[in-house]
């Protein structure tokens, strides 16, 4: 496959899974009304994704080993990361919870520049002002202090920062074959929702065929096969654009919450969350000029 045609097939696969995750939101709350409480149901998803993924994962085991420490565990942490964001649509409004999230460049630039010592350009301290701003009027839409007003948004929010960690260290450190990467993400996922669920909710009594079988797709087409996908894709496109064409889980989320489970946001939120989106795109702008300056 030509340069070209590999660029433009990792573009859809991209832009796929930010469609794709867009609409996670259901299945996840399909498990709740199943009678899969809380962290619950993304743990019982995740384990039907490590389980799929284990015969794949073995396979590549070896390349787990030596100078790759650091990545996998930026990769079991990137796992706990999406599973406080799954949980999230339990406790919180969709649409908050995913612009919440998409709050990453903001904390990826801070660590980026302070914690790494990269260099910063001018436009990114400029998104980091948007999406703080942004965060400040989403928070403070309904009165009160501009923090965090329900678990789902806290999850939202550390979700966010836990993941701009894990795609800084997955940055600077050696890549994992997308198979293995998938598996130790899901493993990671596996192991927060459960620590949560004992904690947030009573175990329930018994995993029926319904959930079992809910969990196995949901498990395997999200966390499986489109998180392996994405690491594909994420490698062979330049960060600017990837970013960029995962804007559309934001739309597809937002939209579908207010359509689907009809919750719309206020006239402020919206504002606050398209400053979080100006934010994100300003984030990863610079890089493609840098990269066409050297």
């Known amino acids: 496959m030509s340069v070209e045609r590999t660029t433009k097939f990792a573009s859809l696969i991209v832009i796929a899974t930010g469609i794709l995750w867009g609409f996670y939101w259901l299945p996840v709350r399909q498990m709740e009304a199943l009678g899969l409480a809380g962290p619950w149901g ?21 390349a787990a080993t030596g100078p790759h420490r650091m990545t996998r565990w930026a990769l079991v942490m990137g796992g706990g990361a999406f599973a406080l964001y799954s949980i999230g649509f339990i406790y919180g409004r969709v649409a908050l919870v995913i612009l919440l999230f998409f709050l990453t460049p903001v904390w990826s630039t801070l660590i980026a520049r302070y914690v790494m010592g990269w260099h910063t350009p001018v436009l990114r301290y400029v998104a980091i002002g948007l999406g703080l701003c942004g965060l400040s009027l989403m928070l403070s839409a309904g009165g009160g202090a501009p923090v965090p007003k329900s678990l789902g948004e806290w999850f939202g929010l550390i979700s966010g920062v836990c993941w701009s ?5 997955l940055r600077a450190k050696p890549a994992l074959p ?24 009573p175990m329930p009594d018994a995993v029926t065929p319904a959930q079992i079988g809910l969990a196995i797709g949901t498990g395997w ?22 970013g960029i064409l995962l804007m559309a889980e934001v739309l597809i989320g937002t939209a579908g919450a207010a359509l689907l489970a009809g919750e719309v946001l206020t006239p402020l939120e919206v504002f606050g969350g398209g400053l979080v989106v100006v934010a994100a795109v300003l984030e990863v702008w610079p890089q493609r000029a840098n990269v066409a300056k050297i």
């Open 42 to 62: 993304t743990a019982v998803i995740a384990a039907a994704s490590v389980a799929g993924l284990t015969p794949f994962a073995l396979r590549y085991w070896r």
């Open 221 to 242: 087409i999200w966390w499986g096969v489109s998180i392996a996908g994405l690491l594909w894709a994420t490698a062979r496109l330049d960060p600017a654009r990837v």
């Open 165 to 169: 960690v894990t795609t800084t260290v």
């Open 178 to 201: 997308p198979v293995l990467a998938a598996w130790f993400f899901s493993l990671g996922a596996l192991a927060t929702a459960l620590c949560l669920a004992v904690v947030l909710e």
